[in-house]
T-cell receptor, first 114, second 114 residues
Framework: AQSVAQPEDQVNVAEGNPLTVKCTYS??????LFWYVQYPNRGLQFLLK??????LVKGSYGFEAEFNKSQTSFHLKKPSALVSDSALYFC????????????FGKGTRLSVIA | DTAVSQTPKYLVTQMGNDKSIKCEQN?????MYWYKQDSKKFLKIMFS???????INETVPNRFSPKSPDKAHLNLHINSLELGDSAVYFC?????????????FGQGTRLTVV
């Protein structure tokens, strides 16, 4: 069965500093991987996805993520954090075969401090 | 224009009542979903429909019954509401069942059962 682990409940970073939100996954075979962001009282917004090809994926709002097959990780990164990046971030995985749904991690709350 | 819209945004009701949440998407997508987000922000798939047909039905009580009158709508009806049903329910859609397509989420319906 597919699963996602986000080991940190909370990440705090100073504005202007680089940020990393960690994600590891478990699937049979190769995965499709996604990052979503949820602002307070809002639905989830798609940030980026890894399908195939270049392991470094660039997405919305200056975010990027690196797929590392050997470590089964897909960490979300941004070179310079903004206060407006403060939100709840979800990593999700999907198996490449069958009608499998997106499976989400438990989320990581990012707080960017001015 | 809102891509995936849910109504109502908030729903407070007493135990034992029956209630419905409506969802509509104007993206022309074939696939729609219902997710439940509990108090700890954990997101779990409930149902998936493709072209009005049920594809995925996770372990959800029979009191929950999705209805898809057409591809653009996926409503959720809940009978005999229980305290444990309190959560935020998200509707989502994706282009089709192709596993590499991202899902677009509605703003959520916060259900409180008292």
């Amino acid at each position: 069965a597919q699963s996602v682990a986000q080991p940190e409940d909370q990440v705090n970073v100073a504005e202007g500093n680089p940020l990393t939100v960690k994600c590891t996954y478990s699937v049979s075979g190769n995965p499709y991987l996604f990052w979503y962001v949820q602002y307070p009282n809002r639905g989830l917004q798609f940030l980026l996805k890894y399908i195939t090809g270049d392991n470094l994926v660039k997405g919305s709002y200056g975010f990027e993520a690196e797929f590392n097959k050997s470590q089964t990780s897909f960490h979300l990164k941004k070179p310079s954090a903004l206060v407006s990046d403060s939100a709840l971030y979800f990593c999700a995985v999907r198996e490449r075969s069958g009608n499998t749904p997106l499976v989400f991690g438990k989320g990581t709350r990012l707080s960017v401090i001015a | 224009d809102t891509a995936v819209s849910q109504t109502p945004k908030y729903l407070v009701t007493q135990m034992g009542n029956d209630k419905s949440i409506k969802c509509e998407q104007n993206l022309g997508h074939d696939t729609m979903y219902w997710y439940k987000q509990d108090s700890k922000k954990f997101l779990k798939i409930m149902f998936s429909y493709n072209n009005k047909e049920l594809i995925i039905n996770e372990t959800v009580p029979n009191r929950f019954s999705p209805k898809s009158p057409d591809k653009a709508h996926l409503n959720l009806h809940i009978n005999s509401l229980e305290l444990g049903d309190s959560a935020v329910y998200f509707c989502a859609s994706s282009h089709d069942l192709t596993v590499n397509t991202e899902a677009f989420f509605g703003q959520g319906t916060r259900l409180t059962v008292v």
